[in-house]
């Protein structure tokens, strides 16, 4: 029953966060994101969805002029099943983090933790591996029994040009898809 209460509560929430965000969107840098499965995110205005990449449960953004480029920074955003409760969070927590260490072997592995914008935890893990030339960086929102997650590939040249220019970098355009996103839950 509490599970349908939060449910019903997310939604009601949602559904005027995503009417802020929409009349927000209009006329500022940002223009309102994908509407996936759960919930709703805004993506920075010089990034578009490549529909090449992208499938029904998983959107793929590139910087707008990068679209044909293969070599390129990318945002995934995607929804994960989880066996753990929002109230779970700190196990949710260990297994992403284990999990991450366990694949990127390599790699020097940092966890923080924040808030969305809708008060849902947010978990950020980066996996630099110095051997490559990108960075991975993991925003996961937790929801019950689920998680959103944005996925930023960072190539390090991209996002040095990205400050040199005083550009949005494709980590801080990720964390913006993650701090804005909303559960709608149906």
């Known amino acids: 029953m509490r599970k349908s209460a939060d449910r019903y509560r997310k939604s009601l929430i949602g559904i005027a966060a995503v009417a802020v965000c929409a009349v927000s969107a209009f006329g500022s840098e940002h223009v309102l994101g994908a509407s996936m499965t759960d919930g ?4 920075g205005e010089n990034w578009s969805e ?11 953004y590139k910087k707008a002029e ?12 995607s929804f994960i099943d989880t066996n753990y409760t929002a109230m779970d969070y700190e196990q949710l927590r260990d297994m992403l983090t ?3 260490i366990y694949s990127s072997p390599n790699a020097s592995i940092s966890v923080s933790a924040t808030y969305t914008d809708a008060k849902d935890y947010l978990y950020v893990l980066v996996a630099d591996d110095s051997a490559q030339n990108y960075r991975e960086i993991y925003y996961y929102v937790v929801g019950d029994m689920e998680c959103f997650v944005a996925e930023v590939k ?12 005083a550009e949005d970098t494709p ?10 996103f909303v559960w709608t839950y149906s």
């Open 40 to 43: 709703t995110y805004t993506v």
């Open 50 to 60: 490549d529909t090449d990449l992208s499938t029904e449960t998983e959107k793929v």
């Open 66 to 77: 990068m679209l044909e480029s293969d070599e390129t920074s990318t945002i995934s955003c």
């Open 98 to 100: 284990n999990n991450l």
């Open 154 to 165: 960072e190539y390090r040249e991209e996002a040095q040009a990205a400050s040199e220019n």
């Open 171 to 180: 980590e801080a355009v990720g964390a913006e898809i993650a701090k804005t």
